[in-house]
């Protein structure tokens, strides 16, 4: 189930019609699509991305977006704990930062101006949008297990740009 926690309210929102709302309000654009398909683990980026043309290819379309990749995080990659790092320290893109979620879940953390630190726990069936510029970071867990389709309009705009602010420390006791 998705969930959206407020680190200083210590509320957490579960409806997703409310989660919705609240990231719509920030600008982050948020949505759930079903995920019929049955992949395997080690399921090729061509299979994925088949399976889910159908729903991909309109909204690749209809919002500009040239290409897409699968990211396939679990806990035989090879020097995760590296990986891991680069996510987890707060960033901001030049381009937005589109993740449909098809398996396992991933935590996106989010440091917008003028409302409190929260972060958003997408699992299979969640498509989300990051606007360019939003500092935020992402934590795909201890033991990760996380397969999503990142959409983009140019892989260049992926490039992160570390804020150095170190406010994600605050929250390093929060995970999956």
């Known amino acids: 189930m998705t ?11 579960t409806d997703a019609a409310a989660i919705k709302d ?7 654009w948020f949505e759930q699509w079903e995920t019929p398909a049955e992949l395997a683990q080690d ?7 088949a399976a889910y043309g159908a729903v ?5 379309a209809a919002n500009g977006y040239q290409g897409a990749d699968v990211v396939n995080i679990h806990s035989g990659i090879e020097n995760y704990p590296a990986i891991r790092a680069k996510f987890l ?15 396992g879940k991933g935590l996106f953390w989010f440091n917008l101006d ?5 972060n958003v726990c997408c699992e299979a069936g969640d498509l989300i949008s990051v606007p360019q510029g939003t500092k935020h970071w992402f934590d ?3 033991v990760p297990d996380v397969k999503a389709i990142r959409i983009f309009s140019d892989t260049t ?10 406010v994600e420390q605050q929250y390093r006791d929060i995970s999956l």
């Open 140 to 142: 795909a867990g201890a």
């Open 22 to 28: 609240l990231l719509n309000q920030q600008g982050i």
């Open 89 to 103: 320290a707060e960033h901001t893109h030049s381009e937005d930062e589109v993740r449909f979620f098809v398996a």
């Open 114 to 118: 003028g409302m409190e630190v929260f």
């Open 157 to 166: 705009g992926w490039t992160p740009h570390y804020t150095e602010s170190q």
């Open 56 to 60: 991909l290819d309109p909204y690749m």
């Open 3 to 13: 969930t959206l926690y407020l680190t200083e309210s210590k509320q957490t929102l």
């Open 43 to 49: 399921a090729s980026q061509e299979e994925v991305l």
